[in-house]
């Protein structure tokens, strides 16, 4: 009859649905997505900000999440409040090393700014919420979730594969990577290869248009002013208005200096590629742009992500004086966070603003980058990221370089090639939490990097059947 075929016609698509539902969980469900994603909730939910840091509680998780497979690690540092964590893979090869390196350290959070608790490991509305969650305990996971499936599989590798979660990332690394590389280097044995944060990619809802692997980027120079004088009523106010006035003005004429755009060739290189990639007002500019630089037409059509790598830049970040409105302060202190093309000249900045500080505000150096070259891109590694993010999201993939800076100058500056990359799909609205309010993660793009992250390392690192 017409009515029960029509039923059973109901009844094979529904099955088929059904089939095809159980296809995707089987996929989706994977049972190791899961203890991915309790080890982050569980990682974000220890507070490793920085400062203080208090990594040791960071690294001891790891060590024992290491642990149940079975893979030694040993905690490393000279300050036991700020350990980080290494273990290795040995292969018997003398093939160069892969380091996957994270760091374990957060930037403090403003707790009344967020909407979720900063360090409660929330899982709600389809994320995992809090600080670290894509700056960078995300990576951490992944990359452990990488590194015990090597030993999980009992895979055979033709090269060592290191596991390393370092302290002090947010505040420089001198405590962390920095401190190793110069106490420990017998850890660093025959490492050829670092695959670290800094990556970029850039997704619209669900889908990535590009993916960034960071090769190269700025240096850091970060300052404090400091400017003294008499303290006292302020109705009496010495005449040249006392250490906030002097600090003030001095902060006004470093504000004024000017950095004019110029091309390097990493950021040439990134931008032509990007350029390539995209079908926008952007696209003929990226990959036609040369020295001179037409800064009117730059401006016009670059969003600030990209005019930033065209130029040294100089922030204001911090500022400290006084305590009420009728005293004049003995103190007042400024901080700048200056960010320079590789190419420039650290010192020559430094004196700049110096002089432009002029002779009352004191100018100290709290930390200076050294540039180091870009980490280059004819290699197995390189090639193998490439072509893996490109078939994972079949879009383009270009040597991007950052703003920021990272852990991996400090192996870049020992010959190292360090790659940064970001094995999660990131959407707009989300980029711009870490380092500010409700960081998260959406919990099925951690689950696809996780996985992205596995087969990158086991195609590297483990000998093919
Ligand atoms: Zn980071």
Not at 118 to 137: I, S, T
Not at 210 to 223: A, M, S, T, Y
Not at 392 to 407: K, N, R
Request: glycine letters at 8%; hydrophobic letters at 40%.
């Amino acid at each position: 009859m017409p009515f029960s075929r029509h039923r059973l016609v109901v009844l094979t698509l529904l099955l088929l649905f059904a089939l095809r539902c159980r296809e995707a969980e089987g996929t989706a469900h994977d049972p190791t997505d899961r203890e991915a994603e309790d080890a982050l909730v569980q990682y974000l939910r220890i507070d490793t900000s920085n400062p203080p840091g208090n990594e040791t509680a960071g690294a001891e998780f790891l060590k024992q999440l290491l642990q149940k497979d079975g893979i030694p690690s040993q905690l490393v540092g000279s300050d036991p409040k700020r350990q980080s964590l290494y273990a290795r893979l040995s292969s018997g090869t003398n093939e160069k090393a892969l380091l996957l390196l994270h760091h374990i350290d957060v930037v403090p959070v403003v707790a009344n700014e967020w909407t979720k608790p900063a360090f409660g490991g929330l899982r709600a509305g389809g994320y995992l919420w809090g600080r670290g969650a894509l700056d960078v305990k995300s990576l951490g996971i992944a990359e452990l979730m990488a590194f015990v499936n090597l030993k999980r599989r009992g895979l055979k590798l033709k090269r060592d594969v290191i596991y390393l979660a370092v302290a002090d990332e947010e505040l420089g690394g001198r405590h962390g990577a920095g401190e190793l590389l110069a106490t420990q280097p017998e850890l660093f044995a025959n490492v050829g290869y670092v695959l670290n944060e800094g990556g970029a990619n850039e997704t619209v809802v669900d889908a990535v248009t590009q993916w960034g692997i960071e090769v190269q980027q700025k240096v850091p120079l970060w300052l404090r002013a400091t400017a003294s004088g008499p303290a006292g009523h302020a109705a009496g106010v010495p005449s040249d208005g006392g250490a906030a006035a002097k600090l003030v003005r001095a902060l006004a004429k470093i504000d004024q200096l000017e950095t004019p755009y110029r091309l390097t060739p990493s950021v040439q290189a990134f931008f032509r590629a990007a350029g390539a990639a995209k079908r926008d007002d952007r696209s003929e500019l990226l990959r036609t742009l040369v020295d001179p630089i037409d800064a009117k037409r730059v401006d016009a059509i670059l969003p600030p992500g990209y005019r930033v790598l065209l130029r040294d830049t100089i922030a204001i970040t911090h500022l400290e004086a006084g305590r009420s409105v009728n005293s004049v302060p003995a103190k007042a202190v400024a901080e700048i966070d200056v960010r320079l093309l590789p190419e420039s000249d650290p010192n020559a900045m430094l004196e700049r603003i110096r002089a432009a500080a002029g002779k009352d505000v004191q100018i100290e150096v709290l930390l200076q980058g050294e540039p180091v070259p870009e980490s280059p891109r004819d290699n197995e590694l390189y090639r193998l990221l490439e072509k893996r993010m490109h078939d994972a999201y079949a879009v383009p993939v270009v040597p991007f370089v950052t703003a920021g800076t990272s852990d991996s100058r400090w192996f870049r500056k020992q010959g190292i090639v360090a790659y940064g990359i970001s094995p999660f799909k990131v959407n707009y609205y989300d980029a711009g939490t870490p380092h500010g309010a409700d960081e998260r993660i959406r919990a099925r793009f951690f689950s696809e990097g996780v996985h992205l992250m596995r087969s990158i390392v086991a195609d590297f690192a483990a000998q093919q059947p």
